[in-house]
C-alpha cells in the first residue's frame, strides 16, 4: 500500500519511483494500491482506478474505461484575455453543432467536442465576433482529471 508515493519528488526520483512500481506490478506480479491526487500518477500506473469523493466510491474501472465514460472526443482548453468574458464565450459555443459541452475551469474554458481540431475555425470565429482575444490554446484527448472533474463537479482538492 502506498499513499501519496511521490509526493515532494523531484521528476528523477519520481520516475524511478514509478518504474519501480510497474516493475513490482508486471514482473514480479504484486497487487499495489495506490492513493493519490494525481491523476497523471493513476493514469500511468493503475490497471483498475478508484474514483472516491467526500469519502464515497464514485466510479471503478479502467483509466481508458473512465476516460470514455465523460465522452467521445477531445478537449479544447482555452484561456482568454479578459476571463470576465468566460461565460459569454461558454453561452455562445455550447450552442455551436456538435460540442458536446463547455464548462470554465480555474479560469480556462474546456470545450469538448468530436473532431475537435477541424471546430477550431469555427471557435476563432466565436472568440472575435464577441471582441475578446485567445491567451492560450491547446487540444487534448480526455484525461483522468477531466474525468474526475465531470463526475463530481470540481476541481482536484488537497
Do not use: C
Not at 513490482?24 to 478508484?50: F, P, W
Request: net charge negative; no cysteine; aromatic share 2%.
Amino acid at each position: 500500500m502506498l499513499d501519496e508515493p511521490s509526493e515532494g519528488l523531484d521528476p528523477q526520483s519520481r520516475r524511478v519511483l514509478w518504474n519501480y512500481i510497474r516493475a513490482m506490478r508486471d514482473i514480479e506480479g504484486k497487487t499495489v494500491i495506490l492513493t493519490t491526487h494525481i491523476m497523471d500518477e493513476a493514469d500511468q500506473l493503475s490497471n483498475r482506478i478508484a474514483i472516491v469523493d467526500h469519502g464515497k466510491l464514485i466510479r471503478l474501472d479502467t483509466p481508458e474505461n473512465l476516460k470514455k465514460e465523460i465522452g467521445e472526443g477531445d478537449v479544447v482548453d482555452m484561456k482568454i484575455s479578459d476571463t470576465s468574458r468566460n461565460n459569454d464565450l461558454i453561452k455562445e459555443l455550447a450552442n455551436e453543432k456538435d460540442v458536446i459541452s463547455v464548462v470554465e475551469v480555474n479560469g480556462r474554458i474546456n470545450i469538448r467536442a468530436l473532431n475537435a481540431v477541424a471546430k477550431l475555425p469555427m471557435m476563432m470565429q466565436t472568440v472575435e465576433r464577441l471582441n475578446v482575444q485567445v491567451a492560450d490554446i491547446s487540444v487534448r484527448q480526455n484525461t483522468l482529471e477531466d474525468v474526475f472533474i465531470d463526475l463530481t463537479g470540481t476541481g482536484l482538492r488537497e
